[in-house]
């Protein structure tokens, strides 16, 4: 139940200005961190800023999506909407200069798809993922705990697609709509551009089911004011308000989402490759010493030239070779 989860007491938050702060937090303290790094360099010219940083994790959302839209067998949704919340949980207490984005991104699908019981072996994960696969596999695995760690152990989810079930048939049962079944591709669409704002992190997911559902129907030319008023909350008339106000932010958020300009996220990957923390950095000297120093047996150190691929270089805005 979402009102007694730790969705709700650790990771629903009360507004985009405490995420703000959140974001801002890591980002100033991995620079203290980090700062004898830049030499002569003006911080700001050599460190990410945190705008940088949204606009970067913009771009990781989208290929996030895509890579979950190509998997090879065919995703539930339900995992697709956790590794969005793994995702955007763990760059609340991270920076993308601390983990690239590429990395941790196919940890939170391959963590998703274990914790919605998705069944998929490593090897078949990694079959999704073009280039070095054992490096993949290498880097996925040693990635798992930090994840896990990093989202304080809280591993549930609960997404907004059973609340919206219970919306459609409780409007074919009481409501005058012919049809309700139509609204499912609106809602979908409406339900996957929600993953690229902070909607899971600021609303519950009855709210953003409901969003989706009135998005939906006025998409279809229908109106469900009266479902809403006379029906669905005639006996908490006293939440009605607060419920229309979190429906209108989250159509507002919806709307108003613009993908990221893919030159100025190149421009700000070629300065990540140099303010990165080489620590993490699977293609620096420093982490490779550190994996061997893990690894018993010299022959499965994974190969220095290798590198691996969450989606290929192509017009489609949503494709991307990420090797480094």
Not at 58 to 75: A, G, I, S, T, W
């Amino acid at each position: 139940m979402y009102p007694v989860s730790s969705q709700k007491k650790s990771w629903t938050f009360a507004n985009e200005s405490q995420l703000l702060a959140f974001r801002v937090e890591q980002n100033s303290k991995y620079i203290g961190e980090h700062d004898s790094e830049c030499q002569d360099s003006d911080l700001e010219e050599f460190f990410l800023t945190p705008a940088e940083e949204r606009l970067l994790l913009k771009q990781y959302e989208v290929y996030l999506f895509d890579f979950c839209r190509r998997f090879d067998p065919p995703m539930p949704k339900c995992v697709v909407g956790t590794a969005f919340h793994y995702f955007k949980r763990f760059y609340l207490n991270n920076t993308p200069m601390d983990y690239h984005p590429k990395e941790i991104l196919a940890t939170c699908v391959f963590v998703a798809c274990k914790v919605e019981e998705f069944n998929v072996s490593i090897s078949q994960f990694v079959n999704n993922i073009k280039g070095d696969r054992n490096k993949a596999t290498d880097i996925v695995l040693s990635n798992e705990l930090l994840l896990i760690g990093q989202l304080n152990y809280y591993l549930t989810i609960h997404n907004p697609f059973r609340p919206i079930e219970g919306f459609l048939i409780d409007i074919k049962t009481r409501s005058n709509m012919q049809n309700p079944d139509r609204l499912r591709p609106h809602i979908e669409s409406f339900i996957d551009s929600t993953y690229y704002t902070d909607a899971c992190l600021l609303h519950t997911p009855s709210q953003i089911g409901l969003a989706a559902v009135l998005h939906a129907a006025s998409r279809e030319q229908e109106n469900l004011d009266s479902y809403v008023t006379d029906l669905l909350f005639v006996s908490a008339r006293d939440k009605l308000p607060s419920l229309i106000d979190a429906v209108r932010k989250i159509r507002i958020m919806v709307k108003q989402y613009q993908q990221p300009d893919r030159d100025k996220v190149k421009a700000i990957e070629k300065k990540l490759d140099k303010c990165r923390n080489q620590a993490n950095n699977p293609d620096s000297e420093l982490y490779k010493e550190r994996l061997r120093r893990m690894y018993t047996d010299e022959d499965d150190i994974p190969a220095e030239d290798a590198s691996f691929h969450i989606a290929d270089v192509s017009s489609d805005t949503s494709a991307m070779n990420t090797s480094q």
